[in-house]
């Protein structure tokens, strides 16, 4: 599986076989890595070279250590983009104003994907949270379904690379403007408006049309990013 490496840089060079054999099928999701003694092996070098690596991969996303097991490849990858994208937004000095950008030029590509995708268990999920929306008038818990319909928008559009994006931006949704949004159920008219916007982008998705999804989808973003803006706009103004 593994060639023997002399080259400098050793560390990197084991990086590489390991990210090379991913490529090539061998290694999977959930696969358990050879012993660091079995690695030093088969690879020729020291065990703080392998140490190294693993510790390199670790902190990429792609391995995972688990005390008393040994080192396996992730099975799930969600959370691989969140500290990078957090780190990328804070150093940067990027807006609020970014994230909703973001998610508006996403999202809406992402219903299309749910309205060709979409199984009926997960409608059926999609549906049930729809009508706990319905039905719900406290505005913390509101947002909070809120996030989860879009989530499971996300998961319908069966497109792992797309679910890992929403994933991280949904991360920085919650980490900087997470109130504001809350805020914006506060007032009936405000939930009444967002019930029937999502209600069209599902009934959309369940139309299988992904272009009226897509415009659904669309104007209910405009609609939230508008408020969230304002809002935001006002409390630094107070500030």
Do not use: W
């Amino acid at each position: 599986m593994f060639s023997e490496i002399k080259n400098t840089k050793v560390f990197e060079q084991v990086i590489e076989q390991i990210k090379d054999i991913i490529k090539k099928g061998e290694l999977r999701c959930g696969d358990k890595l050879p012993s660091e003694r079995d690695l030093c092996e088969q690879l020729n070098v020291s065990r703080n070279s392998i140490r190294e690596a693993l510790r390199s991969l670790e902190m990429l996303g792609i391995v995972e250590c688990r005390q008393g097991e040994g080192n396996y490849i992730k099975e799930n990858f969600e959370d691989s983009l969140l500290e990078p994208l957090s780190i990328t937004f804070m150093l940067h000095g990027s807006k609020t104003n970014e994230i909703l950008e973001l998610r508006k030029i996403i999202e809406p590509e992402t219903a299309a994907l749910a309205a060709k995708n979409i199984s009926d268990v997960k409608l059926q999920e999609i549906k049930d949270l729809i009508n706990l929306l319905n039905h719900e008038e406290n505005y913390e818990k509101i947002a909070d379904i809120d996030k989860k319909i879009h989530y499971q928008i996300v998961q319908a559009s069966e497109n792992y690379l797309v679910g890992n994006v929403m994933y991280a931006v949904s991360y920085l949704v919650d980490r900087y403007i997470e109130d504001v949004v809350a805020n914006m159920f506060k007032t009936s008219e405000n939930r009444n408006i967002v019930k029937e916007q999502h209600e069209a982008i599902v009934k959309a998705i369940e139309a299988h049309d992904a272009s009226k999804a897509s415009a659904a989808m669309r104007k209910h973003l405009e609609y939230t990013n508008d408020f969230i803006s304002k809002s935001i706009k006002n409390i630094r103004e107070e500030d």
